[in-house]
């Protein structure tokens, strides 16, 4: 497995992040902007990458204001998991972002780059959406 991971501290308090990230309807808006025919429910979401791949992805569990791990709803083009972790600490929530892919040599030479930008976004647009 092999993980890409981008950490932000938000000026929100804790369960305000968690309900945020908690409704999949939301991470449209944390997407990059050449995410195509997005379709979400609060619990799955679909969704393509252009030239790359179409995924459906579902919350698999959620631990209310600590994780929300989400996992794919049909079968990716590689193993798949993201997770959302939450801790608060004095007056500001701590967001660790974390994306594990099972990649072949290959894979991982070409998607290694995309997913850590992915990562990175995700976490960016949350804090621009919520400070």
């Given at each position: 497995m092999t993980t890409f991971t981008s950490n932000i501290s938000i000026n929100k308090p804790l369960n305000e992040v968690?309900?945020?990230l908690a409704d999949f309807n939301?991470?449209?808006k944390l997407m990059p902007e050449n995410i195509q025919e997005w379709v979400?429910?609060?619990d799955e979401a679909s969704f393509s990458i252009p030239n790359m791949a179409k995924l459906s992805l579902k919350v698999d569990s959620r631990i209310p204001?600590?994780?929300i791990r989400i996992v794919p709803a049909a079968k990716p083009p590689f193993d798949l998991e993201l997770k959302w972790s939450l801790?608060?600490?004095n007056d500001h929530t701590n967001v660790l972002f974390t994306i594990h892919a099972d990649l072949s040599m290959m894979m991982k030479m070409l998607a290694s780059g995309p997913l850590q930008k992915l990562a990175h976004?995700?976490?960016q647009?949350?804090?621009e959406i919520l400070n």
């Open positions: 968690y309900s945020y939301n991470h449209q979400s429910t609060a204001d600590q994780e801790s608060f600490d976004y995700e976490t647009s949350l804090s």
